[in-house]
């Protein structure tokens, strides 16, 4: 059968869970140890990934939900995100050389464009563009074409003073690290500039005060969430994978960006406050609300979110940006409880919200409910999983 029409087989893989429970039972045990083997990492990494590669061999199909996508959009986009950082702590190199392949498929079948074509300005149909740079740079920089579209659209950005197009704090993530990319790809520092200022309206002035709260040092996920708008229990509405993925961001930004450039103790501060506000509202099941600071709304697990908060916080710890007595914990309890409760032994990821933009969206989440894309959800939990895996407590 065509690899692009599995997505209508999602029921039956589930169906036969019971037949591949015993490829689960190592990562289960690891709930109650005080510190994570990397071969259990591994083990649940590479379980979700060959479950979602099996379900899409053709890397170029087109995606059908509601309606048929190109599969350079974001969703996908955010997955490769997570395959290509996985790729970089994989140690079997014939497992690396599939990712590489796959990746590389998913790139030629797209001829490097970006969705909506090189005169968009969508952080959403840039998102692509990390991954096209990333391939980039695996493949020795050598082939700049994989640049092209999108250096062409950012650039046709830089020849206007428009900076208000970051809207909603996804297009952080979605946009933010590919300006600095492409910064580094052409030694042009204008990329850096440009960056900062659209993250600086996004962050001050965007809906009249900027979407970022700097006494709780949590996102506001657009102008519709500003005060006085509140959630049930009369606090701020802060989506938890919308500030993942400002804090996502923030990591992949600090990655690339050079210490020495005027903006990088703008991003710094910023991802540490993040990371402190955090910490303190992890739910003791190991798993972040999808309303921050209303557990009494949507009480349940979620898998994106805290994924990405594990993602940040691992990648703090493992560049001496965190203090590790401090956040490890968190870091354990987090992991711990998405393989235990998300991954299913066929490797198929449950209590995954679906796209949306606030906590009721896509709601009531479940272990065996399928969102409307399972891509990003995995890209989420392949980038936690690829600095987890780097933390020298584990074993």
Same mark, same amino acid.
């Given at each position: 059968m065509?690899?692009?029409r599995y997505i209508?087989?999602?029921?039956?893989?589930r169906?036969k869970?019971?037949?591949?429970?015993?490829?689960?039972?190592?990562i289960?045990?690891?709930s109650?140890?005080?510190h994570l083997?990397k071969s259990t990492?591994l083990k649940s990494?590479?379980l979700?990934n060959?479950?979602?590669?099996n379900l899409w061999p053709d890397?170029g199909?087109?995606i059908?939900?509601?309606k048929t996508?190109?599969?350079?959009?974001?969703t996908r986009?955010v997955?490769?995100?997570?395959?290509?950082s996985?790729?970089?702590?994989?140690?079997?190199?014939?497992?690396?050389?599939?990712y590489?392949?796959?990746?590389l498929?998913w790139g030629?079948?797209?001829?490097w464009g970006?969705?909506?074509g090189t005169?968009?300005?969508?952080?959403?149909?840039?998102?692509?563009?990390?991954?096209?740079y990333?391939l980039?740079?695996l493949?020795?920089?050598?082939?700049?074409?994989?640049?092209d579209?999108i250096?062409?659209?950012?650039?046709?950005m830089?020849?206007?003073e428009k900076i208000?197009d970051w809207s909603?704090i996804?297009?952080?993530?979605?946009?933010l690290?590919i300006w600095?990319s492409?910064?580094?790809?052409?030694?042009d *520092?204008? #990329?850096f500039?440009?960056a900062n200022l +659209?993250?600086?309206y996004t962050?001050n002035? @965007?809906?009249?005060? /900027?979407?970022?709260?700097?006494?709780?040092h949590l996102w506001?996920?657009?102008k519709?969430?500003?005060p006085?708008?509140?959630?049930p229990n009369g606090a701020?509405?802060?989506w938890s994978?919308?500030n993942?993925?400002?804090?996502?961001a923030l990591?992949?930004v600090?990655?690339?960006?050079?210490?020495?450039?005027?903006h990088? *103790?703008t #991003?710094?501060?910023d991802y540490?406050? +993040?990371?402190?506000?955090l910490l303190?509202? @992890?739910?003791?099941d /190991?798993?972040w609300?999808?309303s921050?600071v209303d557990?009494?709304?949507?009480?349940?697990?979620e898998l994106t979110?805290?994924?990405l908060f594990t993602?940040?916080f691992?990648?703090?710890?493992?560049?001496?940006?965190?203090?590790?007595?401090?956040?490890s914990?968190?870091i354990?309890?987090?992991?711990?409880?998405?393989?235990?409760?998300?991954?299913?032994?066929?490797g198929?990821?449950g209590w995954?919200?679906?796209?949306?933009?606030?906590p009721?969206d896509g709601q009531p989440l479940?272990?065996?409910?399928v969102?409307?894309?399972e891509d990003?959800?995995?890209?989420c939990?392949?980038l936690?999983?690829?600095?987890?895996y780097?933390?020298?407590?584990?074993?």
């Amino acid at each position: 059968m065509n690899g692009c029409r599995y997505i209508f087989l999602r029921g039956s893989f589930r169906k036969k869970k019971y037949l591949t429970f015993v490829l689960l039972i190592g990562i289960l045990n690891v709930s109650g140890q005080q510190h994570l083997e990397k071969s259990t990492i591994l083990k649940s990494m590479r379980l979700a990934n060959n479950y979602f590669m099996n379900l899409w061999p053709d890397a170029g199909c087109t995606i059908t939900t509601n309606k048929t996508r190109q599969s350079h959009i974001w969703t996908r986009s955010v997955y490769y995100e997570g395959l290509l950082s996985f790729l970089a702590i994989e140690p079997d190199k014939t497992q690396k050389e599939k990712y590489l392949d796959y990746a590389l498929s998913w790139g030629n079948k797209h001829q490097w464009g970006i969705n909506g074509g090189t005169k968009s300005r969508n952080a959403d149909n840039h998102c692509a563009g990390q991954d096209y740079y990333d391939l980039y740079v695996l493949t020795g920089k050598k082939n700049t074409y994989m640049l092209d579209s999108i250096k062409c659209s950012l650039d046709k950005m830089l020849l206007t003073e428009k900076i208000d197009d970051w809207s909603w704090i996804d297009a952080i993530q979605m946009d933010l690290p590919i300006w600095v990319s492409m910064g580094l790809a052409f030694n042009d *520092t204008n #990329y850096f500039h440009r960056a900062n200022l +659209m993250y600086d309206y996004t962050k001050n002035v @965007q809906g009249g005060n /900027g979407l970022y709260n700097s006494k709780e040092h949590l996102w506001w996920r657009d102008k519709d969430f500003l005060p006085p708008y509140k959630e049930p229990n009369g606090a701020n509405c802060y989506w938890s994978r919308g500030n993942g993925w400002v804090a996502a961001a923030l990591v992949r930004v600090l990655k690339r960006l050079p210490k020495s450039d005027s903006h990088y *103790t703008t #991003y710094l501060k910023d991802y540490k406050d +993040m990371c402190n506000a955090l910490l303190p509202l @992890q739910k003791q099941d /190991g798993f972040w609300n999808v309303s921050l600071v209303d557990t009494t709304s949507f009480p349940s697990k979620e898998l994106t979110g805290t994924s990405l908060f594990t993602y940040a916080f691992a990648y703090g710890i493992n560049h001496h940006l965190l203090d590790e007595k401090e956040f490890s914990p968190a870091i354990n309890k987090a992991w711990n409880a998405m393989v235990k409760d998300c991954v299913h032994p066929n490797g198929f990821l449950g209590w995954v919200q679906g796209t949306g933009k606030e906590p009721k969206d896509g709601q009531p989440l479940g272990y065996d409910k399928v969102p409307d894309f399972e891509d990003y959800g995995l890209g989420c939990f392949l980038l936690a999983g690829s600095e987890v895996y780097k933390l020298k407590s584990t074993k």
